[in-house]
């Protein structure tokens, strides 16, 4: 069987190119469901572009490689699309948009975009060769048992990457991309949780506040969350992709507050106080507890002098922790690195040395911050390899 294009995933970036490229196009997915991941995401809304989607919002070796695709495929044509289809929307905070109803909304109107441009879809089918003989690539598939080779003038490469195995990640797209020699930036798991030996928050499970983290690159502005593994919550996950291993991580408990001048005007006026009290009027009560402890916070606030309060300061709004790990591609949103932007072309996403052959989403080396910016990703990077092979 002879198809125009064939495309390996049927996620978020791979049914957009699929309405976009033109011709025969066949999408293959090992899936009994399309758009798994995006059905999934948001708690079942999908949080699906971010209104500040900038090329600054994203992780890369070459951080100018997604400068293209993005200003050419925006937010905003993407919010024009969810327009067209009548899908009911809401921002949530910092720009990120969610479905009022389902992800399975957009799922749905991806689909109706594959059919209006004639592209099938194939569930339940398994990669087993892909080669190339000079002139089209040849796909070996096997579906219920029975093993069929496609040809394909295209094939696009937009599996995803390694996170959350149990719905059937693999690294298949950067083995087929090896095989045709292209790069690989090491890849490792991101925007996912912390761990830390010994059960080091377990009391703490369920407590929350609002933060300022770090870890050796922007500072997150967001919601820190104590598990029974370790921290969580959506400032620890944005500052998971920017460490490594056997780092520190930063974390300012009073993002808002001059909490030294704080702590000198409630000495004048509850100078009686002891300390833990005052710092339980300021954090959750558990957290509170965990640090007068952690601290060794004794005596009443009128006791302490200026250099000991400013000596208390600096420890709450730079709190020093070195997770002994992450939680891993278990249960990371997204995998960070891939395929080597240096071999792509940027504007349509196909590899340099290698014709007909495009890889986009996830599978790239480009990842962006949580809020939106990875599904922007990949409208923005399927539409270009679509519109690419489109005009071939």
Known sequence: MEYDTIILGAGAAGMMCAAHSGGQTLVIDHARAPGEKIRISGGGRCNFTNLHTGPENFLSQNPHFCKSALSRYTQWDFIDLIARHAIPYHEKTLGQLFCDRSARDIITMLRSEMQSAGAELWLDTHVRAVAHDGHVFRVTLEQHGNRRTLTAENLVLATGGKSIPKMGATGLAYDIARQFGLPIVPTRAGLVPFTFPDGRFKPLTGVAHPVRAMAGGPGFDEAMLFTHRGLSGPAMLQISSYWREGDAISINLFPDHDLFSELRLRRRSEGRRNLSTILSQLLPSRLAEHLSRDLGLTGNLADQSDDALRALSDQLTNWQLRPSGTEGYRTAEVTLGGVDTDALDSRTMMARDVPGLYV?????????????????????SGWAAGTAIRAR
């Open 360 to 380: 986009i989403g996830e599978a790239v080396d480009v990842t962006g911050w949580l809020g939106g910016f990875n599904f922007q990703w990949a409208w923005s």
